[in-house]
C-alpha cells in the first residue's frame, strides 16, 4: 500500500544503491565512505499522567542523518529562552538519567543543573534522560524540554550553552536545536474530551456519510477503526477486501484529516485527524462496490490526548453493510453465531456518547497506538492515499543505508504513529 499526501516529499535520485542495515551495523558498498551529514530531528509535545515514570525525552518525531556523537537535554520549568537562567524542575517531575531502558548513555552536566549529556552512537541513538510525574503531580503542570546534537569531535560545552535557549528558535519540521513541551493531565482532566459517532448504513452499490462530533479540550489525533461487529464472521485480512473504500475525510472548522483509500481489510487505523482544541465535526464518506457482502460493523473512534498509557477517550458505533449476498459464515476466531442464521443488514444508524473512563493512578500502561504503518510512493494501482499534510515519522532501527557516489546517507524507514491492532481489552 502507498500514501499520496499534499505535504512534500524527500525525492531519492536513481541510481541510488540500496543495503540493508543490520542489527547494530551497517552494510557499505565497495568503496563507499561515511562523510558528515548534518543531523535534524524533531521533538514532540508529551503528555503524561500522574504516576507514570521513566518515559524517555528522545526525539519522538524522528531523527534524520547519521546521529554518532551527543545530545545534549534541557529540563526547565520556565520555557527554554534564557541562557544564564538557572534551571528547576516544576513540582511533581522528576528526570532520571543512568539507569533504566535509554537513560544508560546519559548522565547530568557537572555545574549545569537540568542538563544533560548522553552518548549516541548508531543505531543506537535514541538514547535520552527520563521524566516522570508522581502521583501528587497536579493536573496542568507544565515542563519545557529541548535538545541539541553535537558531532562526535565537537563542542559538547557550545551545545550546554545553545540548548538552554532552544525554545527561542522554534521550527517548523526537522532541525538541528527543538524544544518542546511537557504537560501533566490527571485522568478526569482527559475524560473531560468526548466523542459523538454517527454510523448510517451503507447501500450496496451507495455511498454514505457518518460523522464523530470531537469536544476537546485538549488538542490530539482521532483514530477511526473498522472491524467486523460482535457475532459477525472475522473481519476479512489482506488481499480479501470487503467491497467498501474511504472516500474522503474532512475536519470543520478546523483541522486535518488523512485517510486509506484502499477497500478496507483489516482492523487498522483507516481515518486520522490532527484536531484542535474546541469543538470539530469530522465527516467521512464510505463508498460501497455494487456487489456487497451484508454485514455488521464496529467502528471505533479514539481520541488520543496521552502520549502513552490508556485512558484516552473513545466512542463506538454499530452499522451495516445493506449487501446483496448474505455475510460468510463465521472463521473459528469469529464470535459464534447461531448455525444458519445471516446476519441482520437492517440495523438503524448507531449515535453513541462515550467519554474516558480514566485509568487508575500508576496502573501498568501500554504504548499508546498510532496510525497503522503506511509507506509513502510505491505504484500507480492508488491502493492508498491521504489528504492533509504527512507527518510520516522516520526511525532508525531497522533502516536503510543509501549509497551513490561514495556518499553514505542513512535513511529510515518511515512509519506513523501507530501500529496494526484490535480493540484494547480494557475497553
Request: proline share 9%; net charge neutral; glycine share 12%.
Amino acid at each position: 500500500m502507498r500514501t499520496a499526501t499534499g505535504a512534500p516529499r524527500r525525492v531519492l535520485s536513481a541510481g541510488v544503491a540500496v543495503a540493508a542495515v543490520g542489527a547494530g551495523a551497517f552494510a557499505f558498498a565497495a568503496g563507499a565512505r561515511a562523510e558528515a551529514q548534518p543531523v535534524t530531528f524533531q521533538l514532540r509535545d508529551l503528555v503524561i499522567q500522574p504516576g507514570e515514570s521513566e518515559r524517555p525525552l528522545a526525539p519522538g518525531g524522528g531523527v534524520y542523518g547519521i546521529a554518532d556523537g551527543t545530545w545534549v537535554f534541557a529540563v526547565s520549568a520556565k520555557p527554554l529562552t534564557d541562557a544564564g537562567a538557572v534551571l528547576e524542575l516544576p513540582a511533581g517531575l522528576s528526570v532520571k538519567v543512568g539507569a533504566g531502558s535509554g537513560s544508560s548513555a546519559c548522565a547530568a552536566v557537572a555545574g549545569a543543573a537540568g542538563v544533560y549529556s548522553c552518548d549516541s552512537t548508531p543505531p543506537n541513538v535514541y538514547s535520552s534522560p527520563l521524566i516522570g510525574a508522581s502521583d501528587a503531580a497536579k493536573d496542568g503542570t507544565v515542563a519545557y524540554y529541548g535538545a541539541v546534537f553535537v558531532p562526535r569531535g565537537g563542542s559538547v560545552a557550545d551545545a550546554v550553552a545553545g540548548v538552554k535557549t532552544s525554545g527561542s528558535r522554534p521550527a517548523d519540521g526537522p532541525a538541528s536545536v527543538q524544544a518542546a513541551r511537557i504537560t501533566v493531565e490527571t485522568p478526569d482532566h482527559v475524560a473531560r474530551n468526548t466523542l459523538r459517532l454517527t454510523t448510517p448504513d451503507l447501500p450496496a452499490g451507495g455511498t454514505v456519510t457518518q460523522q464523530v462530533q470531537v469536544h476537546a479540550v485538549d488538542p490530539g489525533k482521532l483514530q477511526l477503526f473498522f472491524e467486523s461487529a460482535a457475532g459477525q464472521p472475522s473481519w476479512p485480512s489482506f488481499p480479501t477486501s470487503v467491497g467498501v473504500k474511504v472516500a474522503d475525510a474532512t475536519a470543520a472548522p478546523a483541522g486535518s484529516c488523512r485517510h486509506v483509500t484502499s477497500e478496507l481489510n483489516s482492523p487498522t487505523t483507516i481515518i486520522w485527524c490532527d484536531l484542535p482544541a474546541g469543538d470539530s465535526t469530522v465527516s467521512y464518506t464510505l463508498a460501497a462496490q455494487p456487489e456487497l457482502v451484508s454485514w455488521k460493523v464496529d467502528v471505533r473512534a479514539e481520541y488520543q490526548v496521552l502520549t502513552w498509557g490508556a485512558g484516552n477517550p473513545e466512542a463506538h458505533g454499530t452499522f451495516a453493510f445493506l449487501g446483496t449476498t448474505p455475510a460468510p459464515p463465521a472463521s473459528p476466531t469469529a464470535t459464534p453465531t447461531d448455525p444458519g442464521t445471516t446476519p441482520d443488514p437492517t440495523t438503524a444508524a448507531a449515535t453513541v456518547t462515550v467519554t474516558a473512563t480514566p485509568a487508575p493512578a500508576g496502573s501498568p500502561s501500554a504504548t499508546t497506538a498510532a496510525p497503522a504503518a503506511l509507506r509513502p510512493g510505491g505504484g500507480d494501482d492508488g491502493t492508498l492515499a491521504s489528504t492533509g499534510a504527512d507527518d510520516l515519522t522516520p526511525t532508525l532501527g531497522g533502516g536503510l543505508a543509501l549509497v551513490s557516489g561514495g556518499l553514505l546517507t542513512l535513511v529510515a524507514l518511515h512509519r506513523r504513529r501507530g501500529t496494526h491492532r484490535r480493540r484494547r481489552a480494557h475497553h
